[in-house]
């Protein structure tokens, strides 16, 4: 019976979690394209890497480095899309994240150029890891396409993602001392093991983010206030909150309040850290969690039923944030107050 590598397995695992998550993103697949790229890629460089250190098909290393190479352009483009509006052409970005594959695949048509690939596949790591951490600086108020209760999660699963490329590139470098030292004898375990590993890691993580980020939308609203202090700006997103309820809106992000505020998401985020020491997915959910506690005080709704009616998708999320705002769980809370009357 012939030996099934590891990564065969691996591949075929991360094949499932792409169709799994296709089916389950079938409303923003065009926003999540990179991230559902990313995925595949990831179970074709398992099958690629299957196959030269399973069955010691060499061929393979001059395919593998080049979709390697693809690998963090992907990323990038995937946190771009939930950061910000594209502002340059589809084309010339397509264009520009195309250099390193297309880097790498003229330095490996070059056999005295070969031994540049371990060097220029982890600077392309190192580099696209950078601007990853760079575009999300601000917290998770740099996914602004991202609904306010998947915010959290999606902003800690990216930066695992680029922490992750930064570790693909120290493991390249501790490849190439193996080979210095001991001609390469530990190489072999230390590729398949630390490459599968990334890319389970990539791959989870791009399932998060697609998960995690809203539908499609046509509506664009351009807006036309400036120069309102941070009170007014404060004063102006309390209302939405209150009078309009606009916490209910389980799909709420920084983009969308911007729109229903008329106020750039810059300016909403600016205030309320300053006003408030707290980013605007905690100030947002801080009003859910208060209607939240309301209703199990003065309802026999379940708490799954005051969870969804609140503006919470899933549960996690939900006892997370309550713990959070009221250092109980929902239902210690309702408990509590039932004592209480």
């Not at 309009?244 to 992000?253: A, G, V």
Request: proline share 5%.
């Amino acid at each position: 019976m012939p030996l099934i590598p590891l990564s065969f397995v691996v591949a075929l695992l991360l094949l499932v979690l792409f169709v799994t998550v296709l089916r389950a993103g079938n409303d923003n697949n065009s926003r999540s394209l990179p991230f559902l790229a990313l995925i595949l890629l990831s179970s074709f460089q398992a099958f690629l890497s299957g196959l030269r250190w399973g069955y010691g098909i060499l061929e393979v290393m001059y395919i593998a480095p080049v979709g390697a190479a693809l690998v963090p352009p992907l990323v990038y483009c995937g946190v771009a899309k939930l950061v910000r509006k594209n502002g340059s052409s589809r084309r010339l970005s397509l264009g520009l994240h195309a250099i390193p594959a297309i880097a790498i695949a003229m330095v490996l048509l070059m056999a005295e150029w070969r031994g540049a690939v371990d060097v220029l596949l982890p600077a392309i790591f190192i580099g696209y890891a950078g601007a990853i951490l760079h575009l999300m600086r601000s917290g998770p108020d740099a996914l602004r396409r991202t609904p306010f209760e998947s915010a959290a999660p999606v902003y800690r699963a990216l930066v695992f993602a680029a922490l992750a490329l930064l570790l693909s590139a120290t493991l390249d470098l501790f490849v190439f001392l193996d080979f210095s030292w001991t001609q390469g004898r530990h190489a072999p375990v230390m590729v398949t093991i630390g490459n599968l590993i990334l890319l389970i890691i990539l791959s989870i993580a791009a399932a998060v983010a697609v998960q995690g980020s809203e539908p499609t939308e046509v509506e664009t609203v351009t807006p036309n206030i400036d120069d309102v202090g941070d009170k007014e700006t404060l004063a102006a997103i309390q209302m939405l909150m209150e009078t309009k309820r606009s916490y209910r809106d389980p799909d709420l992000n920084l983009d969308r309040l911007a729109r229903k505020a008329i106020i750039p998401a810059r300016q909403i985020s600016t205030a309320i850290n300053r006003a408030t020491g707290k980013n605007v997915s905690q100030y947002v959910n801080e009003f859910r969690v208060a209607e939240a506690c309301r209703l199990l005080t003065e309802t026999e709704r379940s708490v799954t039923e005051v969870m969804l009616e609140v503006g919470f998708q899933t549960k996690s999320n939900f006892n997370r944030e309550f713990r959070r705002v009221t250092d109980m769980t929902p239902v210690e809370w309702r408990q509590s107050r039932a004592k209480r009357a």
